[in-house]
């Protein structure tokens, strides 16, 4: 397998989620399910988050992701999904920095 290919491997979410939970680790994934609008990341984006708030990969960039990080630590916990919605019509878009105009809707599900 070239360097490339290799890298490629160690940064696709899918992958580290597959790995982290091969070591005994709780993980959820946060997938964006719908976009409209700018939107900084598209449809069938993810981000894999583990109970210690690891993540790699990405939904939206910036505080998004914080808020998205801070919501699967909730659903680790309790085992329930969430669909979570960020948009500038939304106040809590300025607040966690989704001011490009868009709306993004992430739905973050326990792993396992």
Known sequence: ?????????????LMIAEEWMRAGRDVAIATVVETWGSAPRPVGSHLVIDTEGNFEG?????CVEGAVVAEAADVLAEGKPRMLEFGVADET???????????????????G
């Open 1 to 13: 397998m070239s360097d490339l290919v290799q890298r490629d491997h160690a940064r696709d979410p």
């Open 58 to 62: 990405s939904v939206s960039g910036g």
């Open 93 to 111: 878009a300025w607040e966690v920095g989704l001011s490009c105009g868009g709306r993004i809707r992430v739905f973050v599900e326990r792993l």
